[in-house]
Nanobody
C-alpha cells in the first residue's frame, strides 16, 4: 500500500522557519510530480509548490522567494523549506504525489496533513 508520510509542522513565530518532509513508501514503479498544498480554515486547498522529476519547480506567488521545494528521487522524498513565515501561512499542509504503479498507471496520493501555525 502506497503512503505519503509528512513531518515537520509546528508552531513558529512570524519571521521564523520550518522544514516539512514527505516520504513515500510502499510498492510502486516511480513518482512523477511531487508537491505541497495547504488549506487554511474556511478556504479552499491551494497549491504551494511542486517539483518534477527533472527538478522543474513551480510556486504560488504568495510564497515565491520565501519557500523552496526540493526532492530526492532515490529516497522518494520531498521537502519544503519555509522561511520568513507570516501569519497568513498558517494552514494544514498536505503532501501530494503522482505515483506510478508497476503496471504503468499513475494515481494521485495525498499525505495526512501537518499543521503549520505562525504567530504574530
Amino acid at each position: 500500500q502506497v503512503q505519503l508520510v509528512e513531518s515537520g509542522g509546528g508552531l513558529v513565530q512570524a519571521g521564523g522557519s520550518l522544514r516539512l518532509t514527505c516520504a513515500a513508501s510502499g510498492s510502486f514503479f516511480g513518482i512523477n510530480t511531487m508537491g505541497w498544498y495547504r488549506q487554511a480554515p474556511g478556504k479552499q486547498r491551494e497549491l504551494v509548490a511542486d517539483i518534477t522529476t527533472s527538478d522543474y519547480t513551480n510556486y504560488a506567488d504568495s510564497v515565491k522567494g520565501r519557500f523552496a521545494i526540493s526532492r530526492d528521487n532515490a529516497k522518494n522524498t520531498v521537502w519544503l523549506q519555509m522561511n520568513s513565515l507570516k501569519p497568513g501561512d498558517t494552514a494544514v499542509y498536505y503532501c501530494n504525489a503522482i505515483i506510478v504503479n508497476r503496471g504503468g498507471r499513475g494515481a494521485t496520493y495525498w499525505g495526512q496533513g501537518t499543521q503549520v501555525t505562525v504567530s504574530s
